[in-house]
């Protein structure tokens, strides 16, 4: 057996099981590196060897948890949620409840598009807005899992579609990594290209608003209401509270760094004056406990990662798919996807993926007669799946750090399984008929 198949399905059948993930992704490492015939002592080596190369992302998440909490300090989320709550009908009558669901989901997913382009935040806004709004969802009886959802799509699909901030980078890794494999790719083609594979996720998206999580959920609201009462602000607080978000945008998009960019936000708020000098220990402190669990999350992953490269099964994984295919177009396109869903579920980051696909998947694509444009959709696609529905992939856990505020939201049940239901299942169906026809 294959060691990342083996390792990919221990770490989601632990999970399934509510193991914690971080256990899950050890045991899944541990077993997939004896499986790909390293002994323990060289599985816990590679393993040990990888976390290193999760530490900047962990310190990363670390740090914006701490500008979250500050920004937080100041009251501009609850100023946001007082002039949502505005907008936001208080009628009694069902259609007055549906323009109110309706807005949140779409201040929601607006905001999580954002968050990858125009101001290339990432996952930092969900602990900075989200657990405001659980109080207004609550009274709403929205799903979590249907947020979950609008989150997880805003966080992926447009950094798959648009060339702009992390989307920029994906296309300009998905380009380079494919000229290397032998086929010249411009950049300015592959978000026409994706658009089909894109239009897949939209409707699951849909699929989950109009049907699959439309039916009101009930949660309580006692320890929400208790965190929420006690906040107040100024119109200086808010005003500083924009510029340091502006800051931590412009500083991460010149240094590529979220750290210095997470960095420059706090001492901002610091300097200004909107958060006191002798809070500042006790709330990075709080921030950083509050995104801990992201970090540990990834800094085991980096070391699952690492293990599997070690034992050269990613590799063997993706040839021996290629021997299967034969000259079967159809076949080969659906493997080529279901390979890269496997890798990135294990791995957690589209990302890293391209490289490790790209090397086989271009030659065997070209060499089964698929066109340039249907090859960019089938490597593009397989190295996007998997991102949203991993339980190792910050596209499920930023969601999750901000819908389980208050104990009411199960990373695996509520966020992993719908997302990875509703998004992934179209990708393979819709990255599938791009293939074939383009």
């Not at 207004?136 to 979950?148: G, H």
Request: net charge negative; aromatic share 8%.
């Amino acid at each position: 057996m294959n060691a990342v198949v083996i390792a990919v399905g221990v770490m989601l059948l632990l999970s399934l099981f509510r193991v914690n993930v971080v256990f899950a992704l050890i045991t899944g490492a541990f077993a997939g590196g004896l499986v790909g015939g390293l002994d323990v002592k060289d599985t816990v080596a590679a393993f040990t060897d990888g976390v290193g190369g999760g530490a900047n992302i962990a310190l990363s998440y670390a740090l914006l948890g701490g500008f979250a909490v500050a920004i937080s300090h100041t009251g501009l989320p609850k100023w946001l949620v007082d002039n949502v709550l505005k907008v936001v009908s208080k009628k009694e009558d069902s259609r007055g409840k549906a323009l109110s669901k309706a807005l949140i989901i779409f201040v929601i997913l607006l905001i999580s598009c954002f968050s990858q382009n125009l101001i290339p935040i990432h996952i930092a806004f969900i602990p900075l807005l989200i657990p405001p709004l659980l109080y207004i969802m609550n009274e709403l009886q929205i799903d979590r899992r249907l947020i979950a959802c609008v989150l997880t799509f805003g966080l992926t699909a447009p950094y798959i579609l648009l060339p702009v901030g992390f989307g920029q980078l994906f296309q300009q890794l998905l380009a380079e990594n494919m000229q290397k494999s032998g086929l010249d790719v411009n950049v300015a083609d592959i978000p026409g290209t994706l658009l089909i594979p894109v239009g897949g996720m939209v409707v699951g998206l849909l699929f989950a608003i109009f049907v699959s999580y439309r039916k009101p959920r009930r949660y309580t609201n006692a320890s929400i209401e208790e965190e929420g009462n006690n906040t107040t602000y100024t119109m200086k607080g808010i005003i500083f509270s924009f510029l340091a978000i502006i800051v931590t945008m412009v500083v991460q998009i010149s240094t590529s760094s979220m750290i210095f960019g997470a960095l420059s936000g706090i001492v901002v708020l610091y300097l200004s004056g909107s958060v006191k000098w002798n809070e500042a220990d006790s709330l990075l402190t709080q921030g950083m406990q509050m995104m801990a669990f992201i970090g540990f999350v990834m800094i085991a992953a980096s070391g699952f990662a690492e293990v599997l490269a070690q034992t050269g099964d990613v590799e063997s994984l993706v040839k021996s798919s290629a021997n299967l295919i034969g000259d079967n177009k159809s076949v080969g396109a659906l493997l080529m996807l279901i390979v890269g869903l496997l890798v990135t579920m294990g791995i957690g980051s589209s990302f890293s993926t391209i490289p490790i696909i790209a090397t086989i998947f271009v030659p065997l694509a070209l060499e089964l007669g698929f066109s340039p444009l249907a090859t960019i959709s089938l490597v593009g696609t397989a190295a996007a799946l998997g991102d949203a529905g991993s339980p190792a992939s910050d596209s499920t856990l930023g969601p999750t750090a901000g819908l389980n505020a208050d104990g009411q939201h199960n990373h695996i049940w509520d966020s992993c399984v719908p997302t990875f239901l509703h998004y992934n299942i179209p990708l393979v169906i819709f990255g599938w008929i791009a293939a074939m026809i383009l």
